[in-house]
């Protein structure tokens, strides 16, 4: 069945990646905050600022090596976009931002430095 849209080629913005990112970090200073003046409703509060804390510090190393890793081409973008960073190709981009392009199926894989890059 055919829905009228045409496929869009979807792309990851650096840009957009790292303003989230530093939504997390923000996240991270408010939880030590939290626990550094120990302003809590109750026990429960208490209990979780720590788990909360190590699970977006977790986030974050992750998010970051893979995205150095996808601009190292190291990894494919794809696995990286999501709602929060993906550009399709019908929207303006900003000059200073950098964007990821998805390899795809045809792409050659070239040897720079020793590593396989998948271009």
Known sequence: M???KTSQRRRLSVSS???ELEGAVLAARLAADV??????NDQTDAEAV????SSI????GSR???LNRGI???IDPKLLIAH???????????????ILEPWDSTATTQTTGGRSKKR
């Not at 626990?35 to 809590?40: A, H, K, V």
């Not at 720590?50 to 804390?53: K, T």
């Open 64 to 66: 970051i090596r893979d």
């Open 2 to 4: 055919h829905t009228g």
């Open 50 to 53: 720590p788990w909360a804390l």
């Open 84 to 98: 929060h960073n993906v550009v399709n190709d019908d929207e303006q981009l900003h000059d200073q931002d950098l």
């Open 17 to 19: 990646e790292l303003f």
């Open 35 to 40: 626990l550094r003046f120990q302003s809590w």
């Open 57 to 60: 510090l977790s986030l974050l």
């Open 72 to 74: 190292r081409g190291e």
